[in-house]
């Protein structure tokens, strides 16, 4: 991007992603999210135009884009299903893994699928004892000849049950992070099976279960990296993940935003639209105003990670953090003054203010990016 603005051909691709939403996520989404249905064919139409790939490389079939590009697009498709968005965005995350640190013989096992959706792949790093202390994983792998042997599960899980590709980290070697694998695992190896779909809050068009491992025996040739080297990727994928989901919330809030704006000037209290209510202006204002500060913030922290910039996972955490607490008071205000009306079904705002609250949670709480800044606040 320019210092201040987009180029032309990010705003080719905005515009791309844009027209896709209103054409085939808008219009469905209060369905999918009522119906709990999982919109596999929505998801595949979103792969023909690319974005099952969007920063895998042009040799694995890949469109090979930067994260700033991704966030837009991510943002664009949220503004229409928040919860439909973050999942092509955790497919990404663990297609570009495979690309990035697999070896020749993985990438052309699964990259042609996984570049066309026709499998789906999910990342699998928390456990039941091990959500925000990622390292203190359990699920352990042990190397019997040319083969690894997997026992352990996986929570919270997008994708679960119904992706063929896991992503998983393992523990092959010594307690802490240097002793973590990753290591890619078919939904159809015998030992592998799902818990009940998780009954959540929101995010309803995706399934969310955990994942089990009863003695699966996993290819050495499935390891992505060397030994050891599991959480350093893992880690590498959340700072794009951290962007992608800082930009679901994005495109929520300005989704709310608009729809708020539209409300305001048709509601009528006391003789006149709530528009003219000076308080209701205001309102309106600091939420447009947030969401740019964040808006700008996660763009810069897009641009660091693509250039692989030192203070890169700083930027990211930043801009996830402020992203995603951005959105959710955003869309909470558009819901305050839409009133009662917020509060139903019949109108978006419930859906967005239920979609966006896991995002301060899932890919790093909030917390955790405090202590990812401050940390590196401190270093030497």
Known sequence: MTQFDLTDEQREIQDLARRFTADRITPFAAEWDEQHIFPRDTIKAAAELGFAAIYVSEEAGGIALGRLEAALIMEAMAYGCPSTSAFISIHNMASWMIDRFGEADVKGRYLPDLVTMERMASYCL????????????????????????????????????????????????????????????????????????????????QPTRQVMFDNVRVPVANRLGAEGEGFRIAMMGLD????????????????????????????????????????????????????????????????????????????????????????????????????????????????????????????????????IVGRDLLKD
């Open 126 to 205: 928390t456990e039941p004892g091990s959500g925000s202390d990622a390292a203190a994983l359990k699920t352990r792998a042990v190397l019997d000849g040319d083969h690894y042997v997997v026992s352990g599960s996986k929570q919270f899980i997008s994708g679960g049950g119904e992706n063929e590709v896991y992503v998983t980290m393992v523990r092959t070697g010594e307690d802490g992070p240097k002793g973590i694998s990753c290591l890619v695992i078919d939904k159809d190896m015998a030992g592998v099976s799902f818990g009940a779909n998780e009954r959540k809050l929101g995010w309803h068009s």
């Open 240 to 371: 794009g993940g951290r962007l992608n989901i800082g930009a679901c919330s994005l495109g929520g809030a300005q989704r709310c935003l608009d729809e708020a704006v539209a409300y305001v000037k048709d509601r009528r209290q006391f003789g006149k639209a709530i528009a003219e209510f000076q308080n209701t202006q205001f309102t309106l204002a600091d939420m447009a105003t947030e969401l740019e500060a964040a808006r700008a913030l996660l763009y810069l922290a897009a641009a660091k990670v693509t250039d692989n910039a030192p203070d890169k996972t700083r930027f990211a955490a930043m801009a996830k953090r402020l992203a995603t607490d951005t959105g959710s008071s955003v869309v909470d205000r558009a819901l305050q003054l839409h009133g009662g009306y917020g509060y139903l079904m019949d109108y978006p705002i419930e859906r967005f203010w239920r979609d966006l609250r896991v995002h301060s949670i899932l890919e790093g709480t909030n917390q955790v990016m405090r202590m």
